[in-house]
């Protein structure tokens, strides 16, 4: 029977990752890192076929992504319906390396000049996130599907009906060893959401 399933990744964050995005970006703040695994048991005891997640990222990839409607919500409802209005973030790629999903991820909050105006406007829980990643929270990745699993020797397979519906932003990791790093430009660094630069040194151990 199909049902929604949810898993969760952890974001991780260090000053050297925002040092070398500072000429790459305008402002924006873009999260990289793994988003979900492959072939091995999470912490919920759900395995992942490659093969299928490999057919759902091409999807998502296709009808997501390349028509720039890869929107993720902050707080992961329990519902297959993806809210607009609840959008924090948007994927800008995604790709894979071994058994693991890579992501770009593009918090879509408040950018400002170098005069401290904004140039762009955010939605509230994009600014929202983007002000708890300023404030040292860790924030998680979860993905949200719809389909069913099987039990095997104390894990559950997800079965060839899943269906990928989007990953949201949330605040309980499940994915075993997987971080993300933050990049910002330093164009952003007066914005008044940024504590950033003048933190992380005393929060995060430098990569």
């Given at each position: 029977m199909s049902k929604l399933i949810i898993e969760n990744t952890v974001f991780s964050f260090s000053r050297k990752s925002i040092n070398e995005a500072i000429q790459k970006t305008d402002g924006r703040v873009i999260v990289?890192?793994?988003?979900?695994?492959?072939?091995?048991?999470?912490?919920?005891?759900?395995?992942?076929?490659?093969?299928?997640?490999?057919?759902?990222?091409?999807?998502?990839?296709?009808?997501?992504?390349?028509?720039?409607?890869?929107?993720?919500e902050l707080d992961h409802p329990d519902s297959d319906t993806i809210q607009l209005k609840d959008g924090s973030h948007k994927f800008n790629k995604l790709w894979w390396e071994g058994n693991t999903v890579?992501?770009?991820?593009?918090?879509?909050?408040?950018?400002?000049?170098?005069?401290?105006?904004?140039?762009?406007?955010g939605t509230p829980f994009g600014n929202t996130a983007k002000g708890l990643l300023d404030c040292g929270v860790t924030l998680g990745i979860s993905s949200r599907g719809m389909g069913s699993v099987k039990e095997s020797k104390g894990s559950s397979i997800i079965q060839d009906d899943f269906d990928l519906l989007t990953w949201d932003l949330v605040s309980d990791p499940s994915t075993k060893n997987a971080f993300m790093k933050l990049n910002e430009d330093s164009n952003n660094k007066l914005n008044p959401y940024n504590l950033l630069n003048t933190t992380l040194d005393s929060i995060f151990k430098l990569v």
């Open positions: 990289t890192g793994p988003v979900q695994r492959a072939e091995e048991p999470n912490h919920n005891g759900r395995i992942y076929p490659k093969n299928i997640l490999e057919r759902e990222v091409k999807r998502f990839i296709e009808n997501r992504i390349n028509t720039h409607t890869a929107v993720g890579m992501g770009e991820v593009e918090i879509m909050c408040d950018i400002f000049d170098k005069n401290n105006r904004i140039i762009r406007r």
